[in-house]
C-alpha cells in the first residue's frame, strides 16, 4: 500500500484563492444584469444577445477554474515512495583499519608501505560496490575516520588524506584498533561483518589476539594485510630527511611481523595477504568477502519518491487550451469536440513520460549491474523523452560519476538542482556534487556543496563528516600556504656580499653590514622576540612531561 504527500505542502494555500474567483465570478454575472437593465428595452436586448449562451459562459469559467487548481497541484508536487529495490542492496559491512604509524613510511615497498596501502585500499573500494565501508586510522592510538557507508568515493577522499599526521601518538595498538572497529557494527547482528586490518604489524600487541578471539565470537571476520619486508628498512624522516634513531642513537629497522597478522585471521576464518601488488591483493580479499551473507544495506543513488506532477500540469494544459475552444455563443463549438482535443493532447503527454519513466527503469537495471556506460545511454533515452526529467539527470550523474567522467557528473547534478522541484533529490545532487569536487581536488567546491546540501537536509550526517573532513583539510592546506608564504618574506639577518673576496685577497676595510629593516619592521621583530622568550619562560615554569623509557614514536 502506498502513501502519498505533497512534497510542497505550502503551495496548497493557493487553493484558498478558488472561492475569491468564484466570488468575482458572481460579481460579474451581477454586473451584466445591471448592463442589461441600463440599456433599455429588455426586447431590444434579447434580440442583440441571443445568440449568448450563459451556460457556456459558466463553462468556460469552470474550465479556467479546474486549470487554476491543477496548476496548484502541480506547485505542491504529489509524491508516493518509489520501488523498494531502487533504494536497497545486499552486501556485508567492511571496517578498514589502517596502521598509519612512522614505521608505514618505511621505503623497502615502493613508493613508501603507507602509498601502497593507499593503493590497495581503492582497488578493495572499487570492487566493494554493494559493501557499505568504514575506515579507522590507528597508530599509537585509534581514531574513527569514517563510519560506515555505502558511498566508497567519501572513503576513498578519506584514505587519500591518511598519514602519521592523522594520529598525535605513535606505536601501532592493532588490539585498539580491532576494538573501535568493531562498535561501528551492528551489534543485533551475528554475521555480515568483516575487518580488513592493514599493517606491517611491526609491535607484538598482546592483546591483538585476545581481542581477536572475541570479535570471532561475535561473528566478525578479520582479513589482514602484511605490508614491509623480512629484511626491514630504516624510516625517513619527512622534515629531516635522515633515518630515524631510537632513544641510544642506533637506526631504527622497522620490519614486517607477518606471524601476528596471520594469527589475527587464522582465528577468526579470515585471510591473510602479503601486498605485493594492489590488484592481486584487493581480488583476493574481494573474493574472501564475496563468500560472506549478505545484508540489505542503504543506498542513495536512486530517487526515493516518485513524483506525479508532471500530470498535474499536462491536465491544467489541457483544460486551458480547451477553454479557448469554447465559446459564449451558441452552437458554436459543442464540449465534445474540447474533449476530444484535450484526450489527444494527454495521451501525447502520457506517452512521453511513459517512455521516459521505461528508459529510467532499465538504466537502474543497468546500473545495478554495474554496467554503467550503457545506464547512461538509458537515461539519455529518456531525457530525450522529457528533457527536464531531474531523476533521469540525477542517475545519469551517479553512472557519470562510476564512469570517472567527474566534469560531465557535476554538470548532471547541477541540471538535477535547476529542474527538480524535490528537496531531497536536490540535496543528494549536492552531496554527490561535493564527492565529485573532492575526488577532483577542489576543496573549496566541494566545500561549498556540502554546505548547501545540509542547508536542504539537515540531518544527513554522511555530508556533515565529509564537510568537516575538508574544513579540516582546507585549513591545513591554508596554514601551509602561510607557513611558505613567510618563509619567502621572511627578512635575512645578513645582507648577501655581493663582492665577497677572494681567500687570497684581504679587504681594504671591514664594513659593518646596515640594515634594510625598516623602524616599524624593527619594533615588530622585537614584539616577535619578547613574545617568544615569554612562551619559553611559561614552558619551563610549567615543566614538560617525561617520555616512558619504552615510548616508541615509530
Known amino acids: 500500500m502506498f502513501t502519498f504527500r505533497f512534497e510542497h505542502i505550502e503551495f496548497l494555500g493557493g487553493l484558498l484563492a478558488l472561492p475569491l474567483l ?185 592483546e591483538a589476539l585476545k581481542v581477536a578471539k572475541e570479535l570471532a565470537s561475535d561473528g566478525v571476520m578479520i582479513n589482514t594485510v602484511g605490508i614491509g619486508s623480512a629484511e626491514g628498512s630504516p624510516i625517513i624522516d619527512n622534515s629531516t630527511h635522515e633515518a630515524r634513531k631510537d632513544a641510544a642513537g642506533n637506526m631504527v629497522i622497522t620490519k614486517l611481523n607477518e606471524a601476528e597478522l596471520q594469527q589475527l585471521a587464522t582465528e577468526t576464518n579470515g585471510l591473510y595477504v602479503r601486498l605485493d601488488d594492489p590488484d592481486d591483493a584487493a581480488a583476493k580479499i574481494s573474493s574472501q568477502l564475496a563468500k560472506m551473507d549478505k545484508t540489505t544495506t542503504g543506498d542513495k543513488s536512486f530517487a526515493g519518491f516518485k513524483s506525479y506532477f508532471q500530470w498535474f500540469l499536462a491536465l491544467a494544459f489541457a483544460f486551458l487550451l480547451a477553454e479557448l475552444f469554447l465559446s459564449e455563443k451558441k452552437n458554436t463549438a459543442s464540449l465534445k469536440q474540447v474533449l476530444v482535443i484535450a484526450a489527444a493532447i494527454l495521451s501525447l503527454g502520457r506517452a512521453h513520460g511513459q517512455a521516459a519513466n521505461t528508459a529510467i527503469h532499465r538504466g537502474n537495471q543497468l546500473y545495478r549491474q554495474q554496467q554503467y556506460a550503457a545506464s547512461r545511454a538509458s537515461y539519455e533515452k529518456a531525457l530525450a523523452a522529457d528533457p527536464k526529467n531531474a531523476t533521469a539527470e540525477y542517475n545519469s550523474g551517479n553512472a557519470l560519476f562510476r564512469g570517472n567522467e567527474h566534469e560531465e557528473a557535476i554538470a548532471a547534478y547541477d541540471n538535477t538542482i535547476s529542474h527538480s522541484s524535490s528537496v531531497p533529490l536536490k540535496a543528494k545532487a549536492f552531496y554527490n556534487k561535493g564527492v565529485a569536487y573532492s575526488r577532483q581536488q577542489k576543496l573549496p567546491e566541494s566545500i561549498d556543496a556540502w554546505k548547501e546540501a545540509l542547508k536542504l537536509d539537515p540531518n544527513d550526517q554522511e555530508a556533515r563528516d565529509n564537510l568537516e573532513k575538508a574544513l579540516r583539510e582546507k585549513k591545513k592546506q591554508d596554514e601551509q600556504q602561510q607557513q611558505n608564504k613567510d618563509k619567502k618574506d621572511k627578512p635575512k639577518d645578513q645582507p648577501k656580499n655581493q663582492n665577497k673576496p677572494k681567500p687570497d685577497q684581504q679587504p681594504q676595510q671591514q664594513q659593518q653590514p646596515q640594515s634594510k629593516l625598516s623602524k616599524q619592521q624593527v619594533e615588530q621583530l622585537l614584539k616577535a622576540l619578547e613574545q617568544k622568550e615569554k612562551e619559553v619562560q611559561q614552558k619551563l615554569q610549567k615543566g614538560s612531561p617525561v617520555p616512558s623509557k619504552n615510548e616508541k614514536d615509530w
Open 22 to 206: 468564484v466570488i468575482l465570478f458572481a460579481g460579474v454575472l451581477r454586473w451584466k444584469k445591471m448592463v442589461r437593465k441600463k440599456i433599455g428595452d429588455p426586447v431590444l436586448v434579447s434580440g442583440l444577445t441571443k445568440s449568448y449562451s450563459p451556460g457556456a459562459f459558466l463553462l468556460k469559467f469552470v474550465v479556467v477554474l479546474t486549470g487554476f487548481a491543477l496548476v496548484v497541484l502541480a506547485a505542491a508536487n504529489l509524491q508516493r515512495p518509489g520501488p523498494a529495490d531502487h533504494v536497497s542492496r545486499k552486501g556485508v559491512d567492511v571496517m578498514v583499519a589502517l596502521d598509519v604509524s612512522n614505521s608505514m613510511l618505511a621505503e623497502d615497498v615502493k613508493p613508501s608501505r603507507l602509498a601502497r596501502a593507499k593503493q590497495f585500499i581503492t582497488r578493495l573500494t572499487d570492487k566493494l560496490d554493494n559493501d557499505r565501508v568504514g575506515l579507522v586510522l590507528f597508530a599509537g592510538r585509534a581514531y574513527l575516520q569514517m563510519p560506515l557507508t555505502t558511498d566508497q568515493a567519501a572513503a576513498a577522499m578519506y584514505v587519500q588524506n591518511a598519514g602519521p599526521d592523522a594520529v598525535p601518538s605513535q606505536g601501532t595498538v592493532i588490539g585498539q584498533a580491532l576494538k573501535l572497529s568493531a562498535t561501528c557494527f551492528n551489534p543485533q547482528e551475528r554475521k555480515y561483518k568483516a575487518i580488513v586490518l592493514i599493517s606491517d604489524g611491526e609491535d607484538h600487541d598482546p
